[in-house]
């Protein structure tokens, strides 16, 4: 659906050049929901904006359905890009506009005929649930509610390509949640394509399929999100993922359990039927204690991590480790290891 090959996007600096994006080779397949994730300054967004040439890269390719479109201009520009939604940040709605004439737009814009237009934003306000809402001002609007209209007015061209640049970081916890199973259920539907550009984990968690990883303008690591999340093989990307878990252990926990009997364990939801713990018990004479404990939901499935401390001798402790190492998908020895 969407290649990237060799992607570079220089900008011109009093002192040289500024390197946003360096060489970046990606391949996100149609009607994935597919996620960029890094810190801020990382280049995603520039990224991003080279798929509807709002930022020309400076070197490599951009495929779309098969066609490079590094050389579209001017007409053949404008109708590829009512082929792509866009939903940003902060909206980014007219204030003097009811919700009816924001979503609106777009279509009036493309000509489309007055009748069409009526029921087509009325399909979009039943589809984000704002058609008790369809004469309001965004001034009368939640966050949430005016990013339901954003995302209506993305689609109102029948999009095939949803961008999304930061379009829940503006909004608090549940209603986030609610955008994002709003996206997922539009992605379900209508089988549009859709990248989700985030500096929160928690996000790439709930709906992507497949993820990258970018720092300093290069994707660091890629693939699916399970893949990623559960088994990071970069340095920045463990970061990233240490820094969203919180699975930090008071001090004197440590002390008290000595910080290299403390394991962390990661198992997929299928492993949790297994009685591992109590097998590692039994057959290696040692105590294991819970320490901490959690599961995460990543495209709905169920992986958890416990933090645990195994007690007994050293060689029964290791095999009870190597025991659980062997039926589990990870396992990191010593608190400070995680």
Known sequence: MIQFENISVSFPQKNGELHAVNNVTLHIGKGQIYGLVGASGAGKSTLLR??????QPTSGKVFVNGEMINHLRGERLRRYRQNIG??????????????????????SAANVPKGQRKKRVDELLDLVGLRDKSEEYPAKLSGGQKQRVGIARALANNANILLCDEATSALDPETTTSILKLLENINQKYGITII???HEIDVVKMICHEVAVMKDGSVVEHG??????SKPQNEFTKKLIYNSENYELPSDIIARFGEKSIIKITYLGSDASEPILSNAIKSNHVDISILHG????????PVGTLIVSVQGEQRDAENAIDYIRSKTLRVEVGANEF
Do not use: G, S, W
């Not at 866009?86 to 279509?107: C, D, G, M, S, Y």
């Open 196 to 198: 989700m550009i985030t």
């Open 294 to 301: 959690k599961i995460d939901y990543i495209n709905h499935i």
């Open 224 to 229: 699916k999100v399970i893949d990623v999340i």
């Open 86 to 107: 866009i939903i940003f940040q902060h909206f980014n709605l007219a204030a003097n506009k009811t919700v009816r004439k924001n979503i609106e737009f777009p279509l």
């Open 50 to 55: 080279t798929i509807n040439l709002l930022e």
